[in-house]
């Protein structure tokens, strides 16, 4: 017997229906059914794969990772060819997305996704120095901020003509204390911020960036888990009340 449009419509609505039947409304020619069914608490990953490029999907798949539902690798593999850059994005970004998905996604023509790659912390070397030559310059920022960036990739990114890219070198903790000092005298503030934040930047650094022009970056230094008694007992004397009371209050904590 055939159903109408609002038996399925209930159907699909319905936590207790069956797997079987999920998956078979998922590929159901009405769109009210398939969305319907897209907002059912227990869909199963076969039937989210078939509605991969329905519309507001990404929407799905954004509530499930703050409900913390971890994808599965069946839907990780299903969803990765989607039509929907916002899907793909969202893949991008799963600890749980394996190397050969990161690198498939890695040459995806919208920049959103490949930037979720550059940040995705399992992205291997291999492919983040493929990215690293990329013609966008958030994908590079990402790399430049990634732990798992090869050193001479990293290296290069750090001298890189863009202060945005070194400024996101500066931040990476993998990054050799001779480099973090060539960046703590770095024309830009933002460069000089990050290296001042940086948990890998060397005292005698930290020490000159305490002098900074820039009250900011005084502050940077104030909030480095390295700065030293000595240091911030100069900052509380400060010219600037924010960098005085940062100061004082990093002390009490120490």
Sequence with gaps: MELSKEQKIELAGDPNTPTEELIALSKDDDEEVRIEVMWNDNIPDEAIINLKDAPYIHQKLEFMMREGEEFSNKLIKGLANSENYFVKRIIAMSDKCPSEILEMLSEDESSHVRIAVGANPNTTPHILNKLSTDKEELVLRKVARNPNTPMDTLLELADHEYYMV?????????????????????????????????PSTPLECLEKLAD?????????????????????????????????????????RK
């Design 212 to 252: 900074d022009g820039y009250y900011e970056i005084r502050v940077g230094v104030v909030i480095n888990p390295n700065c030293t008694p000595e240091i911030l007992e100069k900052l509380e004397c400060d010219e600037v009340d924010t960098v005085r009371k940062r100061a004082k209050e990093a002390k009490k």
């Design 166 to 198: 070194r400024k996101c070198a500066a931040s990476n903790e993998m990054l050799p204390v001779e480099t973090l000092a060539m960046l703590s005298e770095d024309q830009q503030g933002h460069v000089r911020y990050c290296v001042a934040c940086n």
